[in-house]
């Protein structure tokens, strides 16, 4: 049986320090992302803090790791994205690293440590929360090893954990 998680509103000072926070990390400015304001919600979980605005999870605080979750449109689409092939994508939903011969194409520009949004390229949906291991002028010209880490993928705890409270 599912464990009932509860959620509430976190205090609006705590809500702008996190959210500054979170602007910091996707290196976006405010007026990239306006929607994204307090109120926030927070459900807390075993897998971590599941922050949600409109009702929408939008962020995930887990240990000292803030990032968007892959429901959160809004962040998603002002990010730099990494287009994989339809190869890569049940290897990347099982939770490996996203590999150099399965991408196709890098949309937006990104520097080491930045997150990025992998998505497919027959449906372009978002299927994983990367981090870049080299910036984007690297990885372009890299035609074999890791480029991505993977760090939070379509089907993976946190996945369902989101799920089951929202």
Known sequence: ???????????????????????KIINLTVSQLPAL?????LADTKEGE???VDNNPVLVRSGVDIFPTLKSQTVLSQMPKAVVNSGAVPHICNGADVMAPGIVQFEGVFSKGNMVVVIDE????PIAIVVA??????????????????????????WKAIKMVN
Do not use: C, Q
């Not at 049986?1 to 996190?18: D, H, P, Q, Y």
């Not at 304001?37 to 919600?41: A, D, F, M, R, T």
């Open 37 to 41: 304001k307090p109120p926030l919600e």
């Open 133 to 158: 291991l080299y910036d984007t002028k690297t990885a372009e010209t890299l035609k074999r090893g890791k480029i991505l880490k993977n760090i939070h993928y379509v089907g993976d705890k946190l």
């Open 50 to 52: 599941i922050f949600f």
């Open 122 to 125: 027959n449906h372009r949906k």
């Open 1 to 23: 049986m599912a464990t009932r998680v509860n959620r509430r509103f976190i205090r609006e000072k705590e809500a702008r320090k996190l959210l500054s926070e979170f602007r």
